[in-house]
């Protein structure tokens, strides 16, 4: 391989040839920053000043770049040179933009556009070309778990597509909670009558696709491995094992119906009182008979009353907290059952808030049209028997009421079907480790209980969301789990109707694709999709203290038998955790490690304290932070010149070790941005932020050490919209940093 | 507050109220959004709001709607009708409700607007128009002799300015003005109410 050689090249359009000093900028790029080549162009990014880079490198041996111009959210296609490693100064977002205008501001611009330039060519010189992940996973089978309509759809969508699907059904046949249904409601305009499931069609179809294979009868017994190169045992209710070798799992595994029997209050248990999947059954029966619907005992149904938000939005603690979104449009669905029979069966819903989400408000209207009689209240109680009764507070009428009804139908909710909770694990793994008995046993059950039996050191199941449900980054990226290469999809992951699981199963088999596709060119999936850079790990300095296997938050590196880690680099999303985790610093990427950042946090040129101009590190997260600064650029939002902003993959690849340093190199405040932490984050990475946190309050001891005040270290929460906000907090700790005072560390550096 | 058992929430009486009542068939799309309810200049001052009406209609309470004077209190001001999301007529309903309740008899007894509204009816249809002076007399003493008197000298200062204004003719009293096909409109009138009649008993 040829030698480095670096280069940079300064921008001097945008007007940032007009407000900075162009020449001082080259001087320093060569003779402080010994780059072989330096170079200025009036306009880098067009035709002509691209070409000039491009023939440097086709002809110069240029292999390493820094490009002094707009922020490295700009221009990404101009500068995109796949033979060369590029670094990006950021001169007009970052400073041209932001720095207040006026020539008493000349010098402190001057100074702030210098040491981004000399940040952007330290980091080159630490960068290297990433190659991509050797070891190509390229397997591009994509498994299904569960065949209902959410993983019939699934396995059309990818099989269409032209991949070959996998379906793992546990039962005998396929369609799911859909077979159970007589009809469902309209997902098409005009919304307004109930339609047959299309379950037996979408069955017929699965099961003549060339591309798809069944496995009915049967579970997965254990998945190991990683996106394109899975290895899946499939157990048949026989016993006999399949092995396979997939590239992606979509879990599709549906839910139950929350047991009526755990709502004697609401009549459960008692006879003609039924929940949802109750009243589709007796629907079905007389559908079949070609008659009116009867109840079990063969009365026909004069009168019916529907029970809204039975061990719903319960807020006793008791039953499902949560609403499960579909309840109203079905109850509406299967009062039409009757009415649409003979109008005149009393119908009345009893509901605490009518949602139907989507366009149910259309079929809401149609139901009302036909005579179903819709009253807001609190149903107190339901008994069952030849003549139900229904006892409520009518919250518009303001008074008790109690009703008499052939059939009462009880609209339970949603439970996931996913598996074993991982927290659960947790506790009982450690348990069973410190030798219980007990915790062991219990440790086998649990793996039973579970739907993937991953054989990753983090347990046998995707993590668990809020109340039970598969994982989803359900605020950014719904479709995406801390499981790189396996996808949740339909009621499994939230609470839904069936139109809204069809589409979900689309998006993940979507997600799906693309995970084969990036797994087998070696690429990152998602949310840094395609880069080429893994994680390298140097074993032999390794303390083996397993820091990078318990932060990871998507489960890649396992242990070896030596207690070594093990990256999975399929699995990987590129956050760099690791690497801030890692207290002897032996994870790196190519193109992003502790060097990377860590000659630019040195490069800067902190001024004695005597100029009292203080310095400021910004680390800031790529995904929202770094971009909320480029757009207080873009809206000529100011802020202080003192800080030097790097962008850092995530919160949580921070390592300890770029704090410490800039410390004692004589930097008096770090001001560190990531993303939204706790149960509602927004960090790309799901716990990135959180680890960043929570290291954060390990070091204030060492704070403590360098008689530092817990001032000069500063974490935020930033959304990507938050500017205004970021320019604000600039300015108010450049506030608070003159106040304590310049760090008394300069000049040690 | 009071429980509610009779024939609760059965169709009935919301069959009864789409078969009599003027746009009656609209009642069952209500959605219970209360837009009518906090639009109505006469909020506080009804017992049932129009979305409460509604609701009892749903739930069943014959007598107690029909014997309701809310449906009297409406101004026609047309708020609802325009807010309704659900668009319906709303004015037109409680005009209907009204009209309904009046002539099965169980409207209020001497409610003021149902009693403003009959003798007004009755003195614009014997003449074919409406003789202002003996409308308004028939106003101050529908509650009794003593009673007009008072009402009648309460409002002398106005009754005397109008005078002077020649906005009253006190000759009125003895006729006034009158169309000039009397019989003609009370023919109208029969023919309507013959109608009316024939369609109450198709929709019965």
């Given at each position: 391989m040829a030698d480095n050689k670096f280069a940079a090249y300064i921008c001097a359009g945008c007007g940032i040839g007009d407000t900075l000093d162009i020449a001082a900028l080259e001087k320093i790029a060569q003779k402080e920053c010994k780059m072989a080549a330096v170079k200025s162009h009036p306009f880098l990014c067009n035709q002509e000043g691209v070409q000039i880079i491009k023939n440097d490198i086709a002809n110069e041996g240029v292999t390493h770049l820094c490009i002094a111009a707009c922020s490295r959210r700009a221009k990404t296609e101009a500068f995109a040179f796949a033979d060369a490693c590029v670094s990006r100064a950021n001169l007009r977002e970052g400073v041209l933009w932001v720095v207040a205008a006026g020539a008493e501001h000349d010098e402190v611009r001057q100074e702030m556009a210098e040491d981004y330039l000399r940040m952007g060519c330290a980091e080159v010189k630490k960068m290297k070309q990433p190659a991509g992940?050797?070891?190509?996973?390229i397997n591009r089978t994509i498994l299904v778990v569960g065949g209902g309509m959410t993983g019939m759809t699934a396995a059309i969508e990818a099989a269409e597509a032209g991949y070959a699907v996998l379906i793992v059904e546990k039962s005998a046949a396929l369609g799911g909670f859909a077979r159970q249904l007589w009809k469902r409601v309209p997902f098409a305009a005009p919304y307004a009558e109930a339609q047959p499931t299309g379950a037996d069609e979408l069955a017929a179809r699965v099961s003549g696709h060339a591309r798809i294979k069944l496995h009915l009868n049967s579970t997965l017994a254990e998945t190991a491995g990683a996106p394109g190169r899975f290895q899946v045992k499939i157990a048949q209710e026989s016993g006999s094992v399949t092995e396979v070798v997939v590239g992606a799992i979509i879990q599709a595994t549906g839910f139950s119906a929350y047991d009526i029997n755990k709502l004697p209050q609401l009549g459960g248990g008692q006879a003609n009182v039924v929940d949802q999947a109750g009243l589709e059954s007796l629907a079905r029966n007389a559908a079949l008979a070609g008659g009116v619907i009867k109840r079990a005992d063969g009365k026909e149904v004069n009168r019916v009353v529907f029970v809204q938000c039975a061990g719903q939005r319960d807020a006793s603690g008791q039953h499902l907290s949560y609403c499960s979104g579909h309840c109203c449009a079905t109850s509406i669905k299967q009062a039409t059952y009757f009415k649409d029979a003979n109008p005149l069966v009393d119908t009345v819903v009893i509901y605490q808030d009518l949602r139907v989400p989507g366009m149910g408000e259309d079929f809401y209207r149609s139901a009302q049209d036909k005579g179903v009689v819709f009253t807001k209240g609190t149903v107190s109680k339901v008994s069952g028997g030849g003549s139900c009764s229904v006892t409520f507070k009518d919250l518009i009428l303001d008074e008790e009421a109690t009703l008499v009804a052939d059939l009462v139908v009880l609209a339970t909710g949603q439970v996931p079907n996913a598996g074993t909770d991982m927290e659960l694990w947790n506790q009982v793994s450690t348990d069973a480790d410190n030798g219980d008995e007990a915790a062991k046993t219990r440790q086998q059950e649990l793996r039973a209980a579970s739907v993937l039996k991953l054989a990753y050191r983090q347990g046998p199941d995707m993590p668990q969301f809020k109340h039970g449900f598969a994982d989803s980054h359900f605020i950014c990226f719904p479709y995406e789990t801390r499981r790189t290469g396996i996808y949740a999809a339909g009621p499994t992951r939230r609470p839904m109707d069936l139109d809204q699981a069809m589409t979900d199963a689309t998006g993940a088999a979507l997600k799906a694709i693309q995970a084969v596709e990036n797994a087998a060119a070696g690429r990152a999936a998602h949310p840094r999709v395609g880069d080429l850079s893994y994680p390298i790990v140097r074993l032999e300095g390794c303390t083996q203290c397993k820091r990078c296997t318990v932060e990871c938050p998507f489960g890649a590196i396992d242990e070896d038998e030596r207690r070594f880690p093990q990256f999975n680099e399929q699995r990987c999303r590129r956050c760099g955790t690791c690497m801030g985790a890692c207290p002897v610093r032996v994870i790196s990427f190519e193109n992003y490690s502790c060097d990377t950042v860590g000659m630019q946090i040195k490069a800067v040129n902190i001024p004695d304290e005597f100029e009292e101009k203080p310095r400021i590190l910004i680390l800031a997260c790529e995904n929202d932070a770094y971009p909320a600064l480029d757009m207080a650029g873009l809206q000529r939002l100011t802020y202080s010149a003192y800080v030097r902003a790097i962008p850092i993959r995530c919160l949580g690849s921070v390592n300890t070790v770029w704090i410490t340093d800039a410390l004692s190199s004589g930097y008096d405040g770090v001001m560190m941005m990531g993303c939204k932490k706790g149960d509602d984050y927004q960090c790309h990475f799901v716990k990135g932020s959180e680890m960043a946190y929570y290291r954060l309050s390990k070091i204030e001891d060492t704070m403590k050490q360098m008689s530092l005040e817990p001032e000069r270290v500063q974490s935020h929460e930033i959304a990507i919209t938050d500017n205004a906000r970021v320019a604000r907090l600039i300015d108010d700790y450049v506030a608070q940093i003159k106040e304590i005072g310049l760090s008394p560390m300069k000049g040690f550096g | 507050m009071t429980t509610n058992t009779t024939a609760a929430y059965q169709n009935s009486f919301l069959r009864e109220v789409e078969a009599h009542v003027e746009e009656g068939a609209w009642v069952k799309m209500c959605m219970q959004c209360g837009v009518c309810a906090g639009s109505c200049p006469f909020g506080p001052h009804w017992e049932h709001s129009p979305q409460k009406i509604f609701m009892m209609i749903r739930a069943g309470k014959r007598e107690e709607v029909l014997r309701s004077d809310s449906m009297w209190m409406c101004t026609s001001c047309y708020n609802c009708l325009v807010r309704c999301p659900r668009k319906l007529p709303i004015t037109h309903i409680m005009h209907g409700l009204a009209h309904y309740a009046h002539r099965l008899g169980l409207a209020p007894k001497g409610q003021p607007t149902r009693e403003s509204a009959r003798l007004f009816w009755n003195n614009c249809i014997k003449h074919g128009r409406i003789n202002e002076l003996k409308f308004t007399l028939a106003l101050y003493f529908k509650d009794g002799l003593a009673q007009g008197i008072k009402n009648a000298l309460a409002m002398q200062g106005i009754g005397l300015a109008m005078l002077k204004a020649k906005r009253l003719n006190p000759f009125a009293i003895f006729g006034g003005h009158q169309c000039k096909d009397k019989s003609g409109i009370q023919k109208i009138v029969a023919k309507a109410r013959e109608l009316e009649a024939k369609r109450q008993e198709q929709a019965a």
């Open positions: 992940n050797p070891d190509k996973a | -």
